[in-house]
């Protein structure tokens, strides 16, 4: 069956860093797209960022563009995001994503999700 675990989550102040990771079992990476959303306190789950299969193609949600940056090791299984000056509103669970379809950028595009990690920026 699908695993999808992140790790990497934590407190960290304003304008630090980050590296979140989410390691993949039970599934051929290479075939699927691969997305990180988040889901602040009393807000919605929101797209942040997505990777092709090949990692050539990058979208990202305007609130984190020039910010953060998603990648990929398919050798390893792995999926990662960097987070680079983070603000207090980037406060959420982080949840790794993986879906067969081209764009992964909404909920009903993702087949698989991980079971999130606590990031929490303090001001």
């Known amino acids: 069956q699908v695993q999808l675990v992140e790790s990497g989550g934590g407190l960290v102040q304003a304008g630090g860093s980050r590296r979140l990771s989410c390691a993949a079992s039970?599934?051929?990476?290479?075939?699927?797209?691969m997305a990180w959303f988040r889901q602040a306190p009393g807000k919605e789950r929101e797209f942040v960022a997505a990777i092709s299969t090949t990692g050539r193609t990058t979208n990202y949600a305007d609130s984190v563009k020039g910010r953060f940056t998603i990648s990929r090791d398919n050798a390893k299984n792995t999926l990662y995001m960097q987070m680079n000056s983070l603000k207090p509103e980037d406060t959420a669970v982080y949840y790794c994503a993986a879906g067969l379809r081209v764009a992964v950028t909404t909920e009903s595009s993702v087949g698989s999700w991980g079971q999130g990690t606590q990031v929490t920026v303090s001001s």
């Open positions: 039970g599934l051929t990476l290479i075939r699927y797209t």
